[in-house]
């Protein structure tokens, strides 16, 4: 009941920035957070940063200050500028939203984009 979408991703060099965005959109009453994970090959899906409906935001150590996480609670939209991108940060990234449903019993919802690929190479 609750479509979540990605986009953004691509190729990228060493050092470079690129902005990805995520949607959320369909039978939505509130949502509680919204955020960003990632997973290479091989790894296990990571939390890259996440921001809640107030403001609140976590990031993964590894991005700490090089990403950043944003929010319109209007579109119930995401954004996450990553700068100074590195070949390590090469991954699918997901995004994930949280809260309740529209329906009699504000039933919690918890859903997944189908990710969009990050590549940083030369």
């Known amino acids: 009941q609750v479509r979540v979408v990605e986009s953004g991703g691509g190729l990228v060099q060493p050092g470079g920035s690129l902005r990805l965005s995520c949607a959320a959109s369909g039978n939505i009453f509130s949502i509680s957070g919204m955020g960003w994970y990632r997973q290479a090959p091989g790894n296990e899906r990571e939390l890259v940063a996440f921001i809640t409906s107030g403001g609140s935001t976590n990031y993964g150590d590894s991005v700490k200050g090089r990403f950043t996480i944003s929010r319109d609670n209007a579109q119930n939209t995401v954004y996450l500028q990553m700068n100074s991108l590195k070949p390590e940060d090469s991954a699918v990234y997901y995004c994930?939203?949280?809260?309740?449903?529209?329906?009699?019993?504000?039933?919690?919802?918890?859903?997944w984009g189908q990710g969009t690929q990050v590549t940083v190479s030369a």
């Open positions: 994930k939203a949280g809260g309740r449903l529209r329906n009699y019993n504000r039933s919690v919802f918890d859903s």
